[in-house]
Nanobody, 120 residues
Framework: QVQFVESGGGLVQAGGSLRLSCAAS????????MGWYRQAPGKSRELVAT???????LYGDSVKGRFTISGDNAKNTVDLQMNNLKPEDTAVYYC??????????????WGQGTQVTVSS
């Protein structure tokens, strides 16, 4: 299993910034990727951003140009810098880890989530 320490959520005004951090530990498998997803009330969970072990990143369309993801493979940490926040960014943000179980299989683990609220 994987243990998570997520931090950085909170309340901010529109146009402001927040930085989320996630540290994962406890897996005996190699981390394939880490990332952030979010879920707003009444909506399904959606991709925010991911970064793989090679440094390749992927962003959700709604956050491109405003959010930046970075990671440290050695420490199994991932950060999400969120700038120019909008009320529609309000959600619970979840850290996700994908590990390589073997050559063909992966497994995923989720953090407990951290609330981000953006006021207008």
């Amino acid at each position: 299993q994987v243990q998570f320490v997520e931090s950085g959520g909170g309340l901010v005004q529109a146009g402001g910034s927040l930085r989320l951090s996630c540290a994962a530990s406890g897996s005996t498998f190699r981390f394939r990727s880490m990332g952030w997803y979010r879920q707003a009330p009444g909506k399904s969970r959606e991709l925010v951003a991911t970064i793989d072990s090679g440094g390749s990143t992927l962003y959700g369309d709604s956050v491109k140009g405003r959010f930046t993801i970075s990671g440290d493979n050695a420490k199994n940490t991932v950060d999400l810098q969120m700038n120019n926040l909008k009320p529609e960014d309000t959600a619970v943000y979840y850290c996700k880890v994908v590990v390589d179980v073997d050559w063909f299989r992966t497994s995923q683990f989720w953090g407990q989530g951290t609330q981000v609220t953006v006021s207008s």
